[in-house]
């Protein structure tokens, strides 16, 4: 039974670098062919996929976020992380983080802010 | 990028049969599209009820059904409880990027 847990900072300055972890516990990211990726949710808003990583590396990203997105892996800590760059008011959101192949495990979502 | 096109809000009676669907911009959904579909409460993480077009979790209850119908993905829901009223998501696969509906608002009256 797979568990993910999104941390990270509930508070971003604008022009700055958000940047989440995804822990995953009860299996290892990289022993299945699975994706993970990540989606996020502005309050009281829709969903909005943002990207994901394969379990050897590759990633996709959504082109209207491509350019200030990089989703990476850690094996050793059995994670996975996203950095968006130069956020705005407008990348304020739940942050979800999932095992993006059948998708049947995400974490419970992380709320960041982006404020000074 | 694609758009992903879902009926913004729908209303369904207490055991009454619902149909949502989800378009998308490029062409005919297919089983290429490998459909997904979330439910989502307030205050909650989404949950997957369907994926590739039409396969269960084993959490999804038996009256919600996903098929293709007419160049669309589609949610059947078949005989509607109160705890269904939630909004529902689609997602689709488009070689390599994904793109989420918009969703749509299911109410249970």
């Known amino acids: 039974q797979l568990q993910l847990q999104e941390s990270g900072p509930g508070v971003v300055k604008p022009s700055e670098t958000l940047s989440l972890t995804c822990t995953v516990s009860g299996g290892s990211i990289s022993s299945s062919n699975y994706y993970w990726g990540w989606i996020r949710q502005p309050p009281g808003k829709g969903l909005e996929w943002i990207g994901n990583i394969y379990y050897s590396g590759s990633t996709h990203y959504n082109p209207s976020l491509k350019s200030r997105v990089t989703i990476s892996l850690d094996t050793s800590k059995n994670h996975f992380s996203l950095k968006l760059s130069s956020v705005t008011a407008a990348d304020t959101a739940v942050y979800y983080c999932?095992?993006?192949?059948?998708?049947?495990?995400w974490g419970q979502g992380t709320l960041v802010t982006v404020s000074s | 990028q694609a758009v992903v096109t879902q009926e913004p809000s729908l209303t369904v009676s207490p055991g009454g049969t619902v149909t949502l669907t989800c378009d998308s911009s490029t062409g005919p959904v297919t089983s290429g599209h490998y459909p997904y579909w979330f439910q989502q409460k307030p205050g909650q993480a989404p949950k997957t009820l369907i994926f590739d077009t039409h396969i269960k979790h084993s959490w999804t209850p038996a009256r919600f059904s996903g098929s293709l119908l007419g160049g669309k993905a589609a949610l059947t829901l078949s005989g509607a409880q109160p705890e269904d009223e939630a909004d529902y998501y689609c997602f689709l696969f488009y070689s390599g990027a994904r793109v989420l509906g918009g969703g749509t608002k299911l109410t249970v009256l």
């Open positions: 999932a095992k993006e192949t059948h998708l049947d495990y």
